[in-house]
């Protein structure tokens, strides 16, 4: 078993490479939609599948920082995420390189998703309900939660600026998401090595 503090440096390092490929995800995403080229596509699957195997490690720290005080529910939706998590970076791997098509994709990414959504609920109630968290922590979360619904409605009436501004504040909570846990878990590592 891989001692605490690695576990909590080894998460402070992968959360800010999921917010680098959030980003680059996000570009890409956007040249490709905008008609910059098929090439995008594929680029932007690539990044997507590092952003989500990039999660499996806070997820993990996070189980292990709450301890048995949030147990035996937080490892049910532990195990669940990462399972999810890996599923849906599979999913695009595999789209990648050519192995399923497009609406594969979506399922294997949809159904994958979906106990990380849960996960991200676990998480604003560790950090909000039971304060083994930042409180900022637990209120991204939310937010994340609040501009997902927001975005999901803004689409459906309309493709335009609304859903930009919508997306974009998404991608900055996300962002601001994946900051606080790197610096929060490089904390918890930092305060264990010194004691």
């Known amino acids: 078993m891989i001692a605490d503090q690695d576990l909590y440096r080894i998460s402070s390092w992968a959360s800010w490479?999921?917010?680098?490929?959030?980003?680059?995800?996000?570009?890409?995403?956007?040249?490709?939609?905008?008609?910059a080229g098929a090439f995008w596509g594929p680029v932007n699957d690539v990044f997507d599948t590092v952003l989500l195997v990039a999660l499996v490690f806070p997820v993990l720290a996070i189980d292990r920082l709450a301890g048995p005080a949030a147990q035996p529910w937080l490892k049910i939706?532990?195990?669940?995420?990462?399972?999810?998590?890996?599923?849906?970076?599979?999913?695009?791997?595999?789209?990648?390189?050519?192995?399923?098509?497009?609406?594969?994709?979506?399922?294997?990414?949809?159904?994958g998703i979906i106990p990380f959504l849960a996960w991200l609920i676990a998480l604003a109630i560790i950090a909000l309900g039971r304060g083994i968290l930042p409180p900022s922590i637990g209120w991204l979360a939310v937010g994340f939660f609040v501009l997902s619904v927001a975005v999901v409605f803004v689409s459906a009436l309309t493709l335009g600026p609304p859903l930009w501004i919508a997306a974009v504040a998404l991608l900055l909570v996300m962002g601001g998401l994946f900051a606080a846990l790197a610096t929060t878990m490089a904390s918890t590592a930092d305060r264990l090595v010194t004691g």
């Open 17 to 35: 490479v999921a917010l680098v490929a959030l980003v680059i995800a996000a570009v890409t995403i956007t040249l490709f939609f905008a008609g």
């Open 77 to 111: 939706v532990t195990v669940a995420a990462i399972a999810g998590l890996i599923m849906a970076a599979a999913g695009e791997a595999l789209l990648v390189i050519g192995v399923i098509d497009l609406e594969t994709s979506y399922v294997t990414g949809g159904v």
